[in-house]
């Protein structure tokens, strides 16, 4: 009542009040309309990030569901090429290095390492006259630096089919020749005439061995074949919304070699980058990337620290955009891979991924890979900048050429079976003595029993 008579005794202070009223209301309705409009400039709906992946119907006792990609109906076994009146089929390396010499003819295109141009005709001249005599395997040391040599030697392999061997301290196969005995030709010349005609046999045969060291006196070799490194080629493009965009652009590998992980990482994006007809660098360290690279990879370990300074105004708004959905930087199409083991701990939060794309304006694939499978098993998607508080900061989308069931549930967490094309063959070595394949179970599913994982309503994986 007394606010009333107050009002009506001072009219003119009631007008400047209802002028007040009628700016607050209209910056309200400012307000909402613009976080409304929002949704208007995502990248994706919010469905999209919420069925990440598709699950199987059935399953069984203490066991969850099947889970794969949602970008496919069926796992990616290959490249998907067509040959002979269109008849499909998966590839193989062959088929790659073909593609690679059809882009080399036309823009002279070569890989850049140790501030050097290894061109695509002269790794096409190496495996021409490269004389290895009768010898089946090329043995590389695992620490071996990875230089032109390392490179060139990689390509002879894959193209003649020889198994290129990594090793710890000393080889197993009879008939291998090290690196260290190969000797390139000199002066480099090139060529670009390279016949592919297919046949069956052009499929077959081991092209990657891989020694690890797991613990003291246990070894493994991984054996890895032409459509596991296929598989894992073609599941990293198509999981790529429009690989077209990254055609023609720069790339940078950030190298290293100390894990399986890093060694089949490092292959599959340079093979990815060949096929995109990309202008190749690989190179020590990300200090030494080049700011204009439209692709990079690189090991979690290789990354710079990442600042936890508080953001300014402009990144505060920049990050609100990027937790709805909307990427603020849309002139740029830089991408950056972040790869790590899936069983070690990470130092990356989702909070840190945001700060990532921010401090570089790029979009972040982090992936999460594992010692005897060809590329990531999980992986976060190209549009996917959420944020939120989770006790557990590895999570992603299933690689497409693998398919995902927990066992052993305890409050909805399970150790990981994976099955699918990119998974290599183990052997165990104990003290020397060689131990069967890793077991499967009657489906076909590999145990990852020291990974566990939980799925969330989203379709992805959260790991431990």
């Not at 919420?50 to 970008?71: A, C, D, G, M």
């Not at 894992?232 to 992980?261: C, F």
Request: proline share 4%; charged share 20%; aromatic share 10%.
């Amino acid at each position: 009542k007394n606010f009333f008579f107050h009002f009506i005794s001072q009219p003119r202070q009631l007008i400047m009040t209802q002028d007040a009223l009628v700016i607050i209301c209209g910056l309200l309705a400012l307000m909402y309309l613009g976080i409304y409009s929002l949704h208007y400039f995502q990248d994706v709906p919010d469905l999209y990030l919420q069925e990440q992946s598709i699950r199987e119907p059935t399953r069984l006792t203490n066991e969850s569901p099947i889970y794969h990609s949602n970008k496919s109906s069926n796992l990616r076994v290959g490249l998907d090429i067509r040959y002979d009146s269109y008849k499909l089929r998966s590839g193989n390396l062959n088929d790659i290095w073909e593609i690679a010499i059809q882009f080399a003819k036309k823009t002279d295109r070569g890989i850049n390492i140790d501030n050097n141009l290894i061109t695509i005709g002269y790794i096409n001249y190496c495996i021409e006259n490269l004389q290895l005599g009768s010898h089946k395997v090329i043995s590389i040391p695992k620490d071996y630096k990875i230089d032109s040599k390392w490179l060139v030697v990689l390509f002879v392999g894959f193209v003649k089919q020889l198994t290129v061997e990594f090793y710890i301290d000393k080889p197993i196969a009879d008939d291998a020749i090290d690196i260290s005995k190969i000797s390139l030709p000199s002066p480099p010349q090139g060529s670009y005439k390279f016949i592919n005609n297919y046949t069956p046999e052009k499929d077959k045969g081991i092209a990657i061995r891989l020694h690890n060291q797991i613990s003291q006196g246990i070894k493994s070799i991984v054996d890895f074949t032409q459509l596991n490194i296929v598989s894992g080629v073609a599941s990293t493009i198509k999981h790529l919304p429009n690989s077209d965009t990254y055609r023609n652009s720069k790339m940078v590998i950030v190298s290293n070699n100390s894990t399986n992980e890093d060694i089949t990482n490092l292959i599959v994006k340079l093979l990815t980058g060949l096929i995109l007809n990309c202008n190749i660098t690989i190179c020590d360290k990300f200090s030494e990337v080049d700011s204009n690279a439209a692709i990079i990879s690189v090991p979690e370990l290789k990354l710079p620290f990442v600042s936890n300074k508080s953001d300014t105004i402009t990144e505060r708004l920049q990050r609100y955009l990027l937790t709805k959905s909307v990427f603020p930087f849309r002139g740029t199409k830089k991408l950056i891979y972040i790869s790590t083991s899936i069983n070690k701990k990470s130092a990356l939060s989702l909070y840190d991924l945001n700060t990532i794309r921010i401090q570089h304006q790029a979009r972040v694939v982090k992936e999460l890979c594992y010692y005897n499978i060809v590329g990531p098993i999980i992986l976060t998607d190209y549009y996917d900048y959420r944020q939120f508080n989770i006790k557990v900061n590895k999570v992603g989308c299933i690689a497409q050429s693998l398919e995902i069931k927990l066992i052993n549930l305890q409050d909805e967490w399970g150790n990981l079976l994976v099955r699918g094309y990119t998974i290599g063959k183990t052997l165990n070595v104990v003290n020397d003595q060689q131990e069967k394949l890793q077991p499967k179970d009657n489906d076909g599913f590999m145990p990852i029993s020291i990974v566990k994982g939980k799925w969330g309503n989203d379709g992805c994986l959260y790991v431990l």
